[in-house]
């Protein structure tokens, strides 16, 4: 097991290096390492996971899904249904709503990992509203589900809010999300009153020249031009 968590960071490394087939080399050597002490052990599944990461990152949705999805079930065989069985699930939705446009598959995986959120930490946790600020995404593409889009929105960032406090960038970022729905409902009062908010706390946090803060001016922008 020592063998195959060393293969695995170190392909991690390569990864971020921007070396995939590397990546790939190391990475294989550590799974079959994985595979041959337990095959049905997490450390082969977090495996499982690492290879889909790297295969979606090159473009080869097929073999992502495939190697998550086993990572998944060999997760669901064990009973472990924790942080990154959620942060897994969370991948899987992201394929299937971006790349395969399977937005009600999606959706319903976004669902369950509310459900499991919820259970596993309480329903006021951030990682709830992380849950349902995907899941707002995901209810945002089809007309039986858009208008529920700003009220999940508007939970996520009163969630978010609670947990950080009210000038915190988590909280930020949250009303953001929120403020962009409301643009899209031309709820154009109160999106403006967010927006300064969100501007003022990244100003107040980055300074004037980061990215976050480019983003809440951009967002004002747009703002600006839906009036």
Known sequence: ??????????AKLELVRGNYAEAQAVLAKGIRQAYATDPRASLYADGLALEASIYFQLDDIDEAEKALRKSLALMEEAGDDGDDYSD???FLANILFSTRARFQEAEAVVERI???????????H??????LQQLARMYSVRVET???VEPLLRHAAELIEKAYGPEHPATASAIAK???SLIRSDHLD???QLIERSLAICQKHFGEQ???????IRLLANWYAAG
């Open 1 to 10: 097991q020592i063998t195959a968590k060393v293969l695995f960071e170190r």
């Open 88 to 90: 897994r699930l969370i």
């Open 114 to 124: 509310v459900g499991l959120e919820e259970k596993r930490h309480g329903p006021e």
């Open 126 to 131: 951030p990682r709830v509203a992380r849950a």
């Open 146 to 148: 858009a208008l529920s």
């Open 178 to 180: 929120l403020a962009e």
């Open 190 to 192: 109160e999106a403006r």
């Open 210 to 216: 980061h990215d976050k803060t480019a983003a809440a």
